[in-house]
């Protein structure tokens, strides 16, 4: 119904800088809520950012300041921009869409990309 593709994972050192897109396509009943989720081998998906279509926006926190997630409702894409980088960023990022806005739970997500790694050296 919905295909979602993420692009833009990589190696990078730490303190650089990073950005991951997300194309969605196919059949849609709503992309109004959009997130961001990373996950490592042995541990739960976690909520890194999420937006609704006002662009409105929520963050985890160990992230604040550093990420930013962003929108373009017209090409129906969404990106997430990652400075400062940390080796404890090391991950899988997963773009989701889901039917709670600005929700950090993975649950409240439906659709789900297959993952682009993002590995961070010190």
């Known amino acids: 119904q919905v295909q979602l593709v993420e692009s833009g994972g990589g190696s990078v050192q730490a303190g650089g800088s990073l950005r991951l897109s997300c194309a969605a396509s196919?059949?849609?009943?709503?992309?109004?809520?959009m997130g961001w989720f990373r996950q490592v081998p042995g541990k739960e998906r976690e909520g890194v950012a999420a937006i609704n279509d006002f662009g409105q926006t929520s963050y985890e926190e160990s992230v604040k300041g550093r990420f930013t997630i962003s929108r373009d409702n017209a090409k129906t894409t969404l990106s997430l921009q990652m400075n400062s980088l940390k080796p404890e960023d090391t991950a899988v990022y997963y773009c989701?869409?889901?039917?709670?806005?600005?929700?950090?739970?993975?649950?409240?997500?439906?659709?789900w990309g297959q993952g682009t790694q993002v590995t961070v050296s010190s």
């Open positions: 196919g059949y849609r009943y709503s992309t109004a809520c």
């Open positions: 989701a869409v889901g039917y709670s806005c600005l929700s950090m739970r993975s649950y409240d997500y439906n659709y």
